[in-house]
């Protein structure tokens, strides 16, 4: 969707990622990120017209468990607010629609998750359709595996190449102090480790993560006064292909190419793209259905083979790409965003910077 | 320290439908039954919906109980509620006469391309779970 509005990302905070973080709750978790991105911008709650936030019931094993987590946020002023659940970066499509009809001019999006007191993977496997797939309690890694196996047997990719994608990421996210897995084994250490869930080795698989991020948009001359800057939003979309996986083609991902296309990905060359590829195949998938070649520096974060904090794991994404555009790395960006299983949903959005 | 078991349920009723439901059915008395789409092609496990057009899907179709692997991945951890107790085969398979896969476990090592069949539960009570596997067919092209 083209913007009526120029918005941008104006601030951008997140955790330190941890395989668990016990000692917190999840308000104790996401409030001094909310906390960091405001004082980023200089505002106080006040200053922010909405609030929307992305987070999962069934990881923080309550219903309304979002209503909780306000807290966060603080009890005084007041605020317009609304959730997702879904990763933040939908919450920051609900607040970017928001500001495009006018209703407000700044906004606050959030997205945490504790995963560590449950069996992620088995968890995850509530997401899929409670007829069909559900009563088998498919775990997310072996779902995965089938969608790498079918790359493999297209001949689309293999594991060494996968295996090179765990260990780009990885190496890449010793620049992130915020990452999780930082540096990896080598290649031939890699390749020869047993396999988690045949195809897939550990090097393949995202970590589990307990962490979350905050984002604060902000509309035309607000985001200039916020923001040295600006990653202005130039185009948005996301899209969803079937929840039925046979009868889906895993090698490839419509919904990807038609939010890449619908967010004008192509109009402009791309300086740097985060892609929320959870499983190193996806990372391929998605830089095909996305158009990006070998200009396009892929991940520099690592991504979320490097963090994957459920339900913030694609707003960092978004995060990370306008840090680049801020401090000048780069001047137009890709952000990517998944949901569901084998990528069943994709979120695209480019960002790009004032010219310098 | 106070513990207490936290158990999240819903304690619903879910109506299947005209065609999930007829699907679910046919398991109990050992048939699969998979739906006709637009374009001809058989969707199995059946959608109501037709997956390109969205147009609603009627024509019922049985397909075989022997099918071919489409894609598989080695399960070495099995998890509560899985249908094997032990190490198996997540796997898609197409059923003969169906154009798309369905999701269940093998008992036994597979590949793609394999033939497998079902191996229906003692008990059978209108779930998925009334497959209570695939297992490989000795002899399978």
């Given at each position: 969707m083209a913007p009526q509005r120029d918005v941008a990302i104006v601030a951008f905070a997140q955790t330190d990622?941890?395989?668990?973080?016990?000692?917190?709750?999840e308000v104790e978790l996401i409030q001094p990120v909310i906390r960091q991105a405001l004082d980023q911008v200089g505002?106080?709650?006040?200053?922010?017209?909405f609030t929307c936030s992305g987070s999962s019931d069934y990881l923080a094993?309550?219903?309304?468990s979002f209503v909780m987590t306000l807290d966060a946020v603080g009890a005084f002023p007041p605020i317009q607010e609304s959730h997702v659940e879904m990763d933040g970066a939908w919450a920051l499509y609900e607040a970017w629609l928001k500001i495009q009809a006018g209703h407000a001019d700044t906004a606050l999006v959030y997205g945490y998750s504790?995963?560590?007191?449950?069996d992620l993977p088995r968890v995850l496997s509530?997401?899929?359709?409670?007829?069909?797939?559900?009563?088998?309690?498919?775990d997310s890694v072996a779902l995965a595996g089938l969608q790498a196996r079918a790359m493999i047997d297209a001949g689309l990719i293999d594991e060494a190449e996968m295996a090179a994608i765990a260990h780009r990421s990885r190496e890449a996210a010793?620049?992130?102090?915020?990452?999780q897995l930082r540096g990896s084994d080598p290649l031939d250490e890699l390749l020869a480790a047993p396999y988690l869930s045949d195809p897939l080795r550990r090097h393949d698989c995202p970590p589990i993560t307990d962490g979350g991020a905050a984002v604060v948009l902000a509309a035309g001359d607000r985001a200039r006064e916020w923001s040295k800057r600006p990653a202005w939003i130039r185009g948005i979309d996301h899209r969803i292909d079937s929840h039925n996986l046979g009868a889906?083609?895993?090698?490839?991902?419509p919904s990807a190419s038609l939010a890449a296309a619908k967010a004008g990905v192509s109009e402009g060359k791309v300086d740097v793209a985060e892609l929320?590829?959870?499983?190193?195949?996806q990372e391929k998938i998605l830089a095909t259905a996305l158009g990006l070649g070998d200009s396009t520096v892929l991940?520099?974060?690592?991504g979320a083979l490097a963090a994957n904090p459920m339900m913030a794991a694609g707003l960092i994404r978004l995060g990370e790409v306008f840090r680049r555009i801020e401090d000048g790395e780069a001047d137009r960006g890709v952000a990517h965003a998944t949901s569901g299983h084998l990528l069943q949903q994709n979120f695209v959005a480019v960002l790009e910077g004032d010219p310098r | 320290m106070l513990e207490a078991p936290l158990v999240i349920e819903y304690p619903f009723n879910r109506t299947t439908g005209p065609v999930i439901g007829a699907f679910l059915t046919g398991l109990r008395e050992q048939r699969v039954l998979g739906i006709r789409g637009v374009d001809g092609r058989v969707v199995c496990p059946p959608?109501?919906?037709?997956?390109?057009?969205s147009e609603p899907l009627t024509e019922m179709v049985e397909v075989g109980a022997e099918g071919t692997v489409t894609s598989w991945s080695r399960v070495t951890t099995p998890r509560d509620g899985?249908?094997?107790?032990?190490a198996h085969t997540l796997a898609l398979i197409r059923l003969d006469g169906a154009d798309t896969s369905m999701l269940h476990v093998v008992d036994g090592e597979v590949v793609t391309g394999d033939r497998v069949r079902i191996r229906w539960?003692?008990?059978?009570?209108?779930?998925?779970?009334?497959?209570a596997a695939f297992e490989p067919v000795e002899g399978g092209v």
């Amino acid at each position: 969707m083209a913007p009526q509005r120029d918005v941008a990302i104006v601030a951008f905070a997140q955790t330190d990622h941890r395989r668990a973080v016990p000692e917190r709750n999840e308000v104790e978790l996401i409030q001094p990120v909310i906390r960091q991105a405001l004082d980023q911008v200089g505002a106080t709650i006040a200053d922010i017209g909405f609030t929307c936030s992305g987070s999962s019931d069934y990881l923080a094993g309550q219903a309304f468990s979002f209503v909780m987590t306000l807290d966060a946020v603080g009890a005084f002023p007041p605020i317009q607010e609304s959730h997702v659940e879904m990763d933040g970066a939908w919450a920051l499509y609900e607040a970017w629609l928001k500001i495009q009809a006018g209703h407000a001019d700044t906004a606050l999006v959030y997205g945490y998750s504790k995963a560590s007191p449950g069996d992620l993977p088995r968890v995850l496997s509530r997401q899929l359709d409670p007829y069909y797939y559900g009563p088998l309690w498919p775990d997310s890694v072996a779902l995965a595996g089938l969608q790498a196996r079918a790359m493999i047997d297209a001949g689309l990719i293999d594991e060494a190449e996968m295996a090179a994608i765990a260990h780009r990421s990885r190496e890449a996210a010793r620049g992130n102090p915020h990452a999780q897995l930082r540096g990896s084994d080598p290649l031939d250490e890699l390749l020869a480790a047993p396999y988690l869930s045949d195809p897939l080795r550990r090097h393949d698989c995202p970590p589990i993560t307990d962490g979350g991020a905050a984002v604060v948009l902000a509309a035309g001359d607000r985001a200039r006064e916020w923001s040295k800057r600006p990653a202005w939003i130039r185009g948005i979309d996301h899209r969803i292909d079937s929840h039925n996986l046979g009868a889906r083609d895993l090698t490839v991902s419509p919904s990807a190419s038609l939010a890449a296309a619908k967010a004008g990905v192509s109009e402009g060359k791309v300086d740097v793209a985060e892609l929320h590829a959870p499983f190193t195949h996806q990372e391929k998938i998605l830089a095909t259905a996305l158009g990006l070649g070998d200009s396009t520096v892929l991940n520099p974060s690592g991504g979320a083979l490097a963090a994957n904090p459920m339900m913030a794991a694609g707003l960092i994404r978004l995060g990370e790409v306008f840090r680049r555009i801020e401090d000048g790395e780069a001047d137009r960006g890709v952000a990517h965003a998944t949901s569901g299983h084998l990528l069943q949903q994709n979120f695209v959005a480019v960002l790009e910077g004032d010219p310098r | 320290m106070l513990e207490a078991p936290l158990v999240i349920e819903y304690p619903f009723n879910r109506t299947t439908g005209p065609v999930i439901g007829a699907f679910l059915t046919g398991l109990r008395e050992q048939r699969v039954l998979g739906i006709r789409g637009v374009d001809g092609r058989v969707v199995c496990p059946p959608v109501e919906y037709d997956p390109q057009t969205s147009e609603p899907l009627t024509e019922m179709v049985e397909v075989g109980a022997e099918g071919t692997v489409t894609s598989w991945s080695r399960v070495t951890t099995p998890r509560d509620g899985q249908p094997l107790g032990g190490a198996h085969t997540l796997a898609l398979i197409r059923l003969d006469g169906a154009d798309t896969s369905m999701l269940h476990v093998v008992d036994g090592e597979v590949v793609t391309g394999d033939r497998v069949r079902i191996r229906w539960a003692d008990e059978r009570e209108g779930l998925i779970t009334d497959i209570a596997a695939f297992e490989p067919v000795e002899g399978g092209v």
